[in-house]
Nanobody
Framework: QVQLVESGGGSVQAGGSLRLSCAAFGYIYSTVYMGWFRQAPGKEREGVAAIYTDGGSAYYADSVKGRFTISQDNAKNTLHLQMNSLKPEDTAMYYC??????????????????WGQGTQVTVSS
């Protein structure tokens, strides 16, 4: 069993920054990807960024490349998402998620079996 707890959301003006954190509890050592997804009202959940836990390769949605950085602190079982140059279109509920699916994709929410409760990010213009 894995439990994920997000923190760090909030409200910020366009151009500002936020750092999201996700504390992972339980047996996480076999995870394939740890990732961040977001869902805005009326829209589908989309993959924002993920990290391949065995090796640390990072993957980003085109919409956030160059602005967001995903990182993991293995010693603290924590995943982070540094978000810079935020835009109003980044407004959404952000979720941390864990995938144990080998051969799966980092951006497919159906491959992620464990989810946090979400943290709201609101960017005003």
């Amino acid at each position: 069993q894995v439990q994920l707890v997000e923190s760090g959301g909030g409200s910020v003006q366009a151009g500002g920054s936020l750092r999201l954190s996700c504390a992972a509890f339980g047996y996480i050592y076999s995870t394939v990807y740890m990732g961040w997804f977001r869902q805005a009202p009326g829209k589908e959940r989309e993959g924002v960024a993920a990290i391949y836990t065995d090796g640390g390769s990072a993957y980003y949605a085109d919409s956030v490349k160059g602005r967001f950085t995903i990182s993991q602190d293995n010693a603290k079982n924590t995943l982070h998402l540094q978000m810079n140059s935020l835009k109003p279109e980044d407004t959404a509920m952000y979720y941390c998620a864990a995938s144990f699916v080998y051969g799966g994709s980092w951006y497919d929410a159906t491959d992620f079996g464990y989810w946090g409760q979400g943290t709201q990010v609101t960017v005003s213009s």
